[in-house]
């Protein structure tokens, strides 16, 4: 039977699109002591200032868990690796527990789900206050090329292991050997792990960010056959949820069946993932690596029916070598994580600080256009350039309205020749977070405009 193991993923509801919490910078991540051992750590270990370890006593009957996730680029967050481990004497009857504890907790499991297209629910954190006794197996432990360090949190009375790597290459469906030194006695193990083989996501593209609605089925698909086990996690608001796949290359999810009632982030994460069980000394370790795609969108309970999906540019690159709109359409997309790279300083009687996207429109001689824009969840503003190298090319702009009504603004070209302008949709305040929003266009030949 095929076991799942799903670990450490950071906060949704954050939103930031970096890695799990790093260390705080005051945490005593390590210490001078000879021994190596800080003589605040909550272990059982000998801590004396004597350097030779030679007659200490390694532990026996204890357990680990030891998580080795790759995360592959995507819209918001950069490719990286990140190591971590705990040691203690319970381990609460997580299966996961690398991956519970509450300096970088996401999601923990009580169990796996066991066969395809099963899912199971999160589980509570892991209970710090329980009396867990937490092991020292020296200042760093490796895992094939990546390594992990000591974190001992005095403050809190919790210690761990934790790094994260953003320059070693990922080994794809390599062994790996594990290799410490500490409470648990030296261990230099052989090809105790091997990690999954590559995953190509072919859909949703992990390098977008969606907008899903009541109704919606999301097809996920990936290049089947590859080592290790397919697995999807869900995460929003009101749901954390992880599933088993088969590994036949493809996976409708209807999004109604998760019974959502609130708009918010989305996050799914698509991966492969491998496990070994490994004895360590007397000591039962579980080792998880994992290979994941994680795609960001936003749910709205609204109403798309009739139109389409537009990605807007994020840059002036982009927009000049983007097809340009030259008819009528009803559109919608998403700004979620775009930049605020244009300020058109007093060019614009109108003007927004916050991040924006830019569409490129064609316009034939005495053909105006006319947009309604409506940024749903932020205050919206939307100016014209005919020059998206230059913010202060402003042409005009338009912030009649708050958040969640439109901004209608029009552009007429005289002619003679063909005009091509860049659409600015911004947002008013640089703290805004636009996500979702709503597009009209309507084009018109008139005389006189």
Not at 51 to 72: E, F, K, P, Q
Not at 242 to 250: E, P, R
Not at 297 to 323: K, M
Request: charged share 20%; aromatic share 10%.
């Amino acid at each position: 039977m095929r076991s799942l193991m799903i670990v450490g993923l950071v906060s949704l509801l954050a939103c930031n699109g970096d890695s799990d919490k790093k260390p705080k910078a005051d945490d005593p991540v390590v210490d001078t002591d000879s021994d190596g051992v800080d003589s605040d750590d909550t272990d059982d270990t000998d801590d004396t200032d004597d350097t030779d370890d030679t007659d200490t006593v390694a532990l026996t009957g204890d357990v680990g868990s030891i998580v080795l996730t790759h995360r592959n680029a995507s819209s918001r967050i950069r490719e990286h690796v990140v190591l971590r481990a705990l040691f203690v004497d319970d381990d609460q009857g997580f299966v996961n527990l690398a991956a519970c504890h509450p300096d970088y907790a996401y999601l923990c499991l009580n169990q796996s789900p066991s066969t395809p297209d099963d899912f199971v629910d999160a589980s509570a954190l892991f209970d710090v206050a329980a009396g867990t006794t937490y092991h020292y197996n020296g200042l760093t432990f490796d895992l094939g090329p990546f390594t992990s360090d000591f974190v001992n949190d005095t403050v809190n009375g919790w210690s761990y292991y934790w790094r994260e790597d953003t320059t070693t290459a990922w080994p794809a469906d390599r062994q790996l050997d594990l290799v410490f030194d500490g409470d648990y006695g030296a261990y230099a193990g052989n090809n105790d792990i091997r990690t999954p083989g590559a995953m190509t996501v072919n859909a949703p593209d992990p390098m977008s960010t969606h907008v899903w609605v009541p109704g919606d089925t999301v097809p996920f698909q990936w290049t089947p056959g590859a080592t290790g086990d397919v697995y999807l996690l869900v995460g929003t608001a009101e749901v954390k949820r992880v599933y088993l796949l088969d590994d036949d290359g493809s996976y409708d999810l209807d999004l109604d069946s998760l019974a959502m009632t609130l708009d918010g982030p989305v996050l799914f994460v698509l991966g492969r993932t491998t496990r070994s069980d490994v004895v360590a000394n007397g000591n039962e370790l579980s080792l998880v690596t994992q290979d994941d795609h994680w795609i960001y969108g936003d749910y709205f309970q609204i109403d798309l029916t009739g139109r389409t999906q537009l990605t807007a540019e994020t840059d002036c690159t982009a927009a000049q070598g983007a097809t340009a709109l030259t008819v009528d359409g009803l559109y919608y997309g998403n700004l979620r994580g775009y930049p605020s790279n244009l300020d058109p300083g007093g060019s614009c009687t109108h003007q927004g600080a916050g991040p924006e996207g830019l569409v490129k429109i064609e316009l034939a001689a005495s053909e105006q256009v006319t947009v309604d824009f409506n940024s749903v969840v932020a205050d919206a503003t939307l100016w014209f350039v005919d020059d998206c190298t230059n913010a202060n090319a402003c042409l005009d702009s338009a912030d009649a309205t708050l958040t969640g009504d439109s901004e209608i603004l029009s552009w007429y070209n005289p002619g003679p020749g063909a005009l091509t302008v860049y659409l600015v949709l911004d947002a008013y305040s640089s703290s805004a977070t636009p996500s979702l929003f709503l597009l009209d266009l309507d084009f018109e030949t008139i005389t006189t405009p």
